[in-house]
């Protein structure tokens, strides 16, 4: 069965940085966009940023572009999200999600991994 597995978040101090990792196993990696969303407590999870199929093409939301790029490894089926320049509203919990289709729309998504929990905090 397919599994996203999250790794690299934790605590960070406000302007440092974080990368993110989304190891896939159970499908055929080369043929899913994979996106990465964020869970704030008390909000709706919404879109961070998309890569697709062999990662030539990105789409990011506007409050995460210019600090942070998504990036993929399909020989190792890993999925990147390097953050910089972090804020604390950047604190969520964020999910990688696979779809075969390049969307930004959280709902259209088939395949979740359990999260990784990030704390922007001095």
């Known amino acids: 069965h397919v599994q996203l597995v999250e790794s690299g978040g934790g605590l960070v101090q406000p302007g440092g940085s974080l990368r993110l990792s989304c190891a896939a196993s159970g499908l055929t990696f080369s043929r899913y966009v994979i996106g990465w969303f964020r869970q704030a407590p008390g909000k709706e999870r919404e879109f961070v940023a998309a890569?697709?199929?062999?990662?030539?093409?990105?789409n990011y939301a506007d409050s995460v572009k210019d600090r942070f790029t998504i990036s993929r490894d399909n020989a190792k089926v890993t999925v990147y999200l390097q953050m910089n320049s972090l804020k604390p509203e950047d604190t969520a919990v964020y999910y990688c999600a696979a779809q075969r289709r390049f969307t930004v729309l959280t709902t259209d998504y088939a395949y979740w991994g359990q999260g990784t929990q990030v704390t922007v905090s001095s």
């Open positions: 890569i697709s199929w062999i990662g030539d093409s990105t």
